[in-house]
Antibody, heavy 121, light 108 residues
Framework: QVQLVESGGGVVQPGRSLRLSCAASGFTFSTYAIHWVRQAPGKGLEWVALISYDGTNEYYADSVKGRFTVSRDNSKNTVFLQLSTLRVDETAVYYC??????????????WGRGTLVTVSS | DIQMTQSPSSLSASVGDRVTITCRASQSIRNYLNWYQQKPGKAPKLLIYAASSLQSGVPSRFSGSGSGTDFTLTISSLQPEDFATYYCQQSYNSPPYTFGQGTKLEIK
């Protein structure tokens, strides 16, 4: 069965960095794009980043562009999200999600359970 | 960027009720619209993709419709497990793939 497991969250001071991982199993990892979506406590969902199936294309929300970097290692079925210059308002649960593609439309068909990043001094 | 607006933001209903949630895009997104359900402390779950296609394993009481800028998610007969927050999300063209602000469905 498809599984995505995030790790790497924790408490970090403002301005510091953190690297999140998303380990995948149960599907042909190298043929799927992976997205990152975050959710601040009590708030809605915010799309953060996308990496294409082969890692050649990356996209970011304007709010994180230049500070976050997404990468992947297809030999290890893992995607990474490097978070830099973190801000207090980026405290959130960070989810990775598989990029499904049906009827010409991208969707997020499987999600991990998320990893909590707390930015606090 | 494309903005997605859901209404209502919250909704109270009873088991067995028919419920409709709407989502409006700031520009035409054709049928590139997905719906997700999220329960407290859990990851979102894909319900509907491409505006009206039911994701595998999702009960048939869920349905989606619309195209262009206006979309709806309908639950034909609410069940106790349907009380949750629902999000629409557009995937038109290239990212960012924006979400609506969510609709919290509560028990009356």
């Amino acid at each position: 069965q498809v599984q995505l497991v995030e790790s790497g969250g924790g408490v970090v001071q403002p301005g510091r960095s953190l690297r999140l991982s998303c380990a995948a199993s149960g599907f042909t990892f190298s043929t799927y794009a992976i997205h990152w979506v975050r959710q601040a406590p009590g708030k809605g969902l915010e799309w953060v980043a996308l990496i294409s199936y082969d890692g050649t294309n990356e996209y970011y929300a304007d709010s994180v562009k230049g500070r976050f970097t997404v990468s992947r290692d297809n030999s290890k079925n893992t995607v990474f999200l490097q978070l830099s210059t973190l801000r207090v308002d980026e405290t959130a649960v960070y989810y990775c999600a598989r990029g499904g593609y049906s009827h010409g439309s991208t969707n997020f068909d499987y999600w991990g359970r998320g990893t909590l990043v707390t930015v606090s001094s | 960027d494309i903005q997605m607006t859901q209404s209502p933001s919250s909704l109270s209903a009873s088991v067995g009720d028919r419920v409709t949630i709407t989502c409006r895009a700031s520009q035409s997104i054709r049928n590139y619209l997905n719906w997700y359900q999220q329960k407290p402390g859990k990851a979102p779950k894909l319900l509907i993709y491409a505006a009206s296609s039911l994701q595998s394993g999702v009960p048939s009481r869920f349905s989606g419709s619309g195209s262009g800028t206006d979309f709806t998610l309908t639950i034909s007969s609410l069940q106790p497990e349907d009380f949750a927050t629902y999000y629409c999300q557009q995937s038109y063209n290239s990212p960012p793939y924006t979400f609506g602000q969510g609709t919290k469905l509560e028990i009356k």
